[in-house]
Structures are given as structure tokens and as C-alpha cells.
């Protein structure tokens, strides 16, 4: 990612890491510019995860649950901690649940597809408005930059190309991403 190197990204935040996505989003920050701080948030911390925490020095784990308005709230406190006056350069929402019994939306037990519904786009909008503070700070920090990241930016995993894929059992990672990109677009 050039534009760590030419802008010199201070801080990127990802949620969900503990395998998969995020914890692959971890080390690629945290091997990108050792002087880019990066917070990797999960509800637990991974033995790998725990790995990559102890052998970078510019990774630290928060402990974040996105269903927790408190846990939320803490991590934020904590992220404020590490990023300082600087704020938050890049904010990934990765953290998201596909339910276990992928059987379809229409024929899915409606308590999984609200707890769907709650993790992808509650947990998400919710990390998105505390943590903005923190984004507008590192804008506001960076005013002459070109609108980048360095400026402060929320990116969010959705479902696929778009948020737009379907395959026969993936709407709910559809529906969840869709209603998140549009939350995104109204900030």
C-alpha cells in the first residue's frame, strides 16, 4: 500500500481479528511500516493472533465486543490511548457472523437471522459511531493531504464484489453488507 509509505499512515484500526480476514489484515499493517500503530480488536485473542501481537511491536490487541455498547465504548477508550492526538487513520469493520446453519435466508430460523443482523450491521454501525471521533481527528490532523486514508477512512467487509454477490445461501452476508455500505454512504 504506497500510500502508508508517501503519507505516513499513524494508526489502523480492524475488528474481528482473531482468524480469517482480520487477523490476514494484522499482519499485513503491521509488516507494511513499523511506525504505523496497529490495533487489532476481538472479542478473544487467538493463539495466532497472540503471536502476532508478541512479535510486532507496532501491534497491540483491544479487547472488543461489537454486540456491547460498554465493550465498545472501553475499546474506544483504549484505541484513544494507544493513537493519542493523532486519531484513527483507518478504521476496518471486519468483525461480522454467518449463521451456522446455512440453510438460507427464507428458510432460516428468524433468532439467526437477528443475531445475523445484529453482529454485521448494529455492531458495525455502532463501532462506526464511536470510533468517529477518532477519524475526524486524524482528518483534521492531515488537512492538506488528498482525500486518502492518511485522512481518515472507514472501510467495511461486506459480502463480496459490492456487497452486490448472491450465491443461493450467502443473503445474509448480502443483506447485513448492503444495509451497511448505505449507512456508510449517508456519513
Request: aromatic content about 6%; some cysteine; overall charge positive.
Amino acid at each position: 500500500m504506497k500510500v502508508m509509505k508517501l503519507y505516513g499512515i499513524g494508526s489502523v484500526v480492524v475488528t474481528g481479528t482473531n482468524r480469517g480476514i482480520g487477523l490476514e489484515l494484522v499482519k499485513y499493517f503491521s509488516a507494511q511500516d513499523k511506525d504505523t500503530k496497529v490495533i487489532a480488536c476481538s472479542r478473544r485473542l487467538s493463539p495466532e493472533l497472540e503471536s502476532v501481537v508478541k512479535s510486532n511491536d507496532n501491534v497491540s490487541h483491544v479487547e472488543l465486543e461489537v454486540t456491547s455498547i460498554d465493550s465498545v465504548q472501553k475499546a474506544f477508550h483504549s484505541v484513544s490511548n494507544i493513537v493519542g492526538d493523532h486519531g484513527v487513520n483507518l478504521l476496518i469493520n471486519n468483525a461480522a457472523v454467518k449463521p451456522s446453519n446455512d440453510v438460507g435466508t427464507f428458510i432460516c430460523p428468524e433468532k439467526d437471522l437477528d443475531n445475523s443482523f445484529h453482529i454485521n450491521v448494529t455492531g458495525t454501525h455502532t463501532v462506526t459511531r464511536i470510533f468517529y471521533p477518532l477519524i475526524k481527528m486524524a482528518a483534521a490532523a492531515n488537512p492538506n493531504l488528498p482525500v486518502c486514508c492518511a485522512r481518515g477512512a472507514i472501510f467495511n467487509i461486506s459480502s463480496g464484489k459490492d456487497g452486490r454477490c448472491s450465491k443461493p445461501k450467502s443473503t445474509f452476508m448480502l443483506c447485513t453488507g448492503c444495509h451497511i455500505e448505505c449507512f456508510i454512504d449517508s456519513i
